[in-house]
């Protein structure tokens, strides 16, 4: 039977089973105060760049009302995605799964229509459900009572959004302004006039930014410029960054872009003439990390609205909001840019959430959760059953000080795509340890041991040195090796990806 059959028929199948299961939940949750659900994302934000982080950068970013959400709620501090590539963290976030059970395991990858979500059951639970800004899984969304969507990346400038009952294909709309105060627009929009005010409401605003090309608003063109934002202690360091079995995308490569292709960054140009190389990387970080703050602050003003909103119409004890991004990134740590590695800085993903009836105020949670844990914490919320085709689980116990005596101790990471600077990987991260296994240097024609690397997170937290030939370490290499493998066979994921194509 072919994949898409099969799903139309467990779709269809999933249907009348939700129906059921809906009675059953709402009989479970009488005289529950089931909660609307406000779920922010942007892309690649990463930690380093939110105040509340406390990391290198975050005293110079804009980020009060993202701030104020953990200060009123909960920030989690050892959040992570289980592949930090866009269409894999989204496709995750919606099934819960793996990639290699969603069939989104790269950019390429797609989210078929029919396949099972956390929107279906949220509708199915009596919810209306909504999601508006980039979707990027390029399948029509389905689960949604409403969309308003970037079908493909999208644009910053005038973005062409794809609305619900519109043609998928053909029938964009193109709305005037910047694309975060757009997709803001859209989103208030929904919820003053196109939701049921009598139905709980689980909105997802997606927000394009921070994305390259990193391009804010004109209004905000002025931050920093009389500042030099502070440079991390590993920028200079050689193009292959040191102690690891892999290149990278050096910032050489974003001053590269910066000067070839000006006009699809924020003015002024790069100016990179008579320069030597150590010049030109400190004046490309600079301009980097200018357009990247200056584009958050977008983000962050545009939280403020939805804030304002629901906490003028009074829902704001009966609203969980959340925001987060679709993975980590490196801002020139490593003397790197972009994602997709395991390393911290792309591993990980910020999250904070406020919902006063459950979560007190100031909550730390140091608790390791994944992406893949998102669907179960809505259905939880909610009341509404959790599928066992969901490989995650709710942490709405750990939001409340009350952690599991069985919660994970640790995380399994796989990212798929293979290229010669950025050769697949897969691997372990306990709270102290990190295990990576670079499988597609095989392909390279690197021996099985050349391909690892080993950092304790304890005495190394920057993971600056790769100690895995160190003698001191074999033992506990030896235990990662081994819980590596049994996560791997936890989740499913045991093929040998080098029978699969690299993509």
Same mark, same amino acid.
């Given at each position: ?182 997709? =803001? ?5 929904? /919820?003053? $006039?196109?939701?049921?005010?009598? &139905?709980? @409401?689980? *909105? ?119 925001? =987060? ?5 490196? /801002?020139? $740590?490593?003397?790197?840019?972009? &994602?997709? @590695?395991? *390393? ?160």
């Amino acid at each position: 039977m072919k994949r898409r059959r099969f799903l139309q028929m467990a779709g269809a199948g999933l249907g009348s089973a939700l129906l059921g299961s809906n009675a059953r939940a709402q009989q479970r949750g009488r005289g529950y105060r089931r909660p609307n659900i406000l779920f922010i994302m942007s892309d690649d934000h990463t930690s380093q760049a939110i105040g509340c982080y406390g990391l290198r950068l975050s005293a110079y970013a804009r980020t009060k009302n993202i701030d104020r959400i953990a200060a009123e709620g909960a920030i989690l501090r050892n959040c992570f995605c289980t592949n930090s590539i866009c269409v894999p963290s989204r496709a995750s976030i919606l099934t819960g799964q793996y990639g290699h059970l969603n069939g989104a395991k790269t950019l390429s990858g797609r989210l078929d229509p029919a396949a099972d979500n956390v929107a279906k059951h949220l509708q199915a639970a009596g919810y209306q459900t909504a999601v508006v800004g980039k979707w990027h899984l390029k399948e029509q969304p389905a689960g949604f009572d409403y969309y308003n969507v970037l079908r493909g990346q999208g644009r910053y400038n005038d973005p062409i959004l794809f609305e619900k009952g519109a043609d998928w294909r053909t029938g964009g709309k193109t709305h005037p302004g910047h694309s975060t105060d757009v997709i =803001t627009d859209q989103a208030l929009n929904w /919820l003053e $006039e196109g939701r049921d005010p009598n &139905k709980p @409401f689980a *909105l997802m605003c997606h927000f394009k930014a921070v994305h390259e090309p990193f391009y804010s608003h004109e209004r905000y063109r002025t931050l920093y410029a009389d500042q030099d934002l502070p440079e991390p202690e590993d920028l200079h360091w050689p193009e292959s960054p040191r102690g690891k079995r892999f290149e990278g995308w050096p910032l050489k490569i974003l001053a590269g872009r910066f000067q070839k292709n000006a006009q699809r960054y924020a003015p002024p140009k790069l100016d990179a003439e008579g320069r030597d190389a150590k010049a030109i990387r400190s004046a490309t970080y600079q301009k980097f990390m200018k357009d990247y703050l200056r584009t958050v602050a977008g983000i962050d003003d545009n939280v403020g609205r939805l804030l304002n909103w629901v906490d003028q119409t009074g829902k704001a004890r009966d609203t969980v909001v959340i925001y =987060t991004a679709d993975q980590g990134y490196f /801002l020139g $740590e490593h003397n790197l840019f972009d &994602k997709r @590695f395991m *390393l911290e800085e792309s591993l990980r993903m910020p999250f904070v959430i406020r919902y006063p009836r459950q979560i007190k105020p100031g909550t730390d949670v140091g608790d390791i959760i994944l992406n893949i844990d998102f669907a179960e914490l809505f259905l939880d919320f909610a009341r509404a059953p959790i599928p066992k085709s969901m490989q995650g689980r709710s942490f709405r116990p750990s939001l409340r000080g009350r952690t599991p005596n069985d919660w994970r101790d640790a995380m399994y990471y796989h990212y798929w795509s293979h290229q010669k600077e950025r050769p697949s990987h897969y691997g372990v991260r306990t709270k102290r340890y990190k295990l990576i296994y670079y499988y597609g240097l095989l392909r390279m024609g690197k021996r099985p041991e050349e391909c690892w690397e080993f950092y304790d997170l304890k005495t190394d937290p920057r993971e600056q040195t790769s100690q895995y030939d160190e003698p001191m370490h074999q033992d506990t290499i030896a235990q990662l090796r081994q819980r590596l493998a049994q996560l791997r066979t936890q989740y499913g994921d045991t093929t040998d990806p080098l029978s699969v194509a690299p993509s």
